[in-house]
Structure formats: C-alpha cells, structure tokens
C-alpha cells in the first residue's frame, strides 16, 4: 500500500520525542508539511533539526506553543491556520496513591489530556469539514480500558479521550472528516529502558530485558516485547490517508493484544 500524502499539512502536538517525533517522522516521509509542537522554543527548534535528518527534504514547521492552555492554542492557530490531518498526541502521566492525588492534579491531567485535544479539534474541525477531507487523531492508551490501580488519574483522561474520539466522529459525520483514536500499549520511550533495568537483570542485553520484563510485568501483552514508536507511527499515517476513508469513531488498537478483548 503506498501512502501519498502530499499536499496536506499536519499538526502533532508533544512532538519534540517519543511517540509524537515518531508519528511527525512518520507523517513527513509520506510527504506531508508537518508542525512540530512543544512548549519550548529552543527544544521545538532542536527538534525540527533533528528530525529534519530523519525524514530528508520534509517541510517541518516550528509550532512552539503549550497547547494545555487557550493561549496556546491561539498561538497555534496563528503559526498554522489551516490544518489537514491533526494528531493530539501531548499527554502527562504518573503514578500515584489515588486516595493521594489532589484535586488540582486531577485537573491537570484533565486539562492537558483532554481538553488540550477538545480545544484543537475545536479549532481545526470547522475547516475540515468546511474543505471536505480532514483526519482527527487522538493518542489514546491501553490505560483507557484496562484502569491501572496506581494511574486512575491517567487512565481516566485517556478513558475521557475515547469518549471525546467518537463524540466528535458524529459531530463530523457525512463530511469527509474522520476522527478516531488509538490506543497505544507499553511503548519503548525515553526513560522505559531504565525502568525496566530496575526490574529485571541489568546484565541481561536489552532484546532479552524487555521481553523478561514483559514476560513478568505485563504478561497479558500477547506481543510479549514493547512496542516500538514507530509501529504507532504506522497505524497513524494509515489513519491519515485516503485509504483509510471509511474508518471513523473507531478507537484503534497498537497495544500488541495488551488489552483482552476480541474488538478492535
């Protein structure tokens, strides 16, 4: 399947690493002028650079914004007024005792893993539905479903992320704008290889730590390794194609079959 997405602009919000760089990396090589979000000027520029060398000859465009806040968001809109296909991929996470979490933090992780993706699609929905073609995503988790007893907070948000995904799937429907989600499972990021190291032999070379800690720690992942930013990055580029025309409301799973369920 060739995926040509010349000619359309994307936006990935928590694009300076991780699963964001990955999906923004991603995005470029199959053509399309992507905005690299973070909240600080000198990481976005740095990013840009780095990512540049990754996906030669793409358009990256510098988005330094924090999209948690309406300020930011309007700052946002004014670097990239139009916008074709956007990925709400910022989000916070953390454990915690949850007779512990206050209120604030209960808020913050509100604000930063919902609303900052309500506030977007706000804003970029109208024209897409205005042109006829657009693509919503939102970057949803494993914890949306099965509830972590040490990240209730986090895996509220990402439960309210579904709901947000298909609610807006029929504000756009009959429009030629699809929006869904995708839920990531246990994902090698920045900081997951100490984590693991912790929790399995240090000794052990990486290939088989991860798939001991897996093994142990997760064993309801029938992948039985984590997943590789870039396999996520492969489920939102065909998100974003005209292949995927007929896929909408969907909540999409890259979680290695983490979740026990026959549905998608």
Known sequence: MHIDLTGRTALVTGSTQGIGAAIAVALARAGARVGINGRDERRVADSVAS????????????????????????????????VDILVNNLGVFGTADPLEISDAEWRRYFEVNVLAAVRLTRLYLPGMTERGWGRVQNVASDSAVAIPAEMIHYGMSKTALLAV?????????G????????????????????????????ELPWEEAQRTFMRTNR???????????????????????????????GALRVDGGYIDSILP
Do not use: C, W
Not at 165 to 173: D, E, I, L, V
Not at 226 to 248: D, F, G
């Open 175 to 202: 429009t030629g704008v699809t929006v869904n989600s995708v839920i990531a499972g246990p994902t090698h990021t920045g900081g997951v290889e100490d984590f693991v190291y912790e929790l399995v032999d240090r």
């Open 165 to 173: 995904s298909r609610g807006f799937a029929k504000k756009a429907a």
């Open 51 to 82: 990512l540049s060398a990754e996906a030669a000859g793409a358009e990256l465009v510098p988005v330094a914004a924090d999209v948690s806040g309406d300020e930011g968001a309007a700052r946002v809109a004014e670097l990239l007024p139009e």
């Open 219 to 249: 064993p309801q992942s029938l992948l039985q390794r984590l997943i590789e930013p870039a396999e996520i990055a492969h489920m939102v580029v065909y998100l974003s194609s005209e292949q995927a025309s007929a896929t909408t409301g």
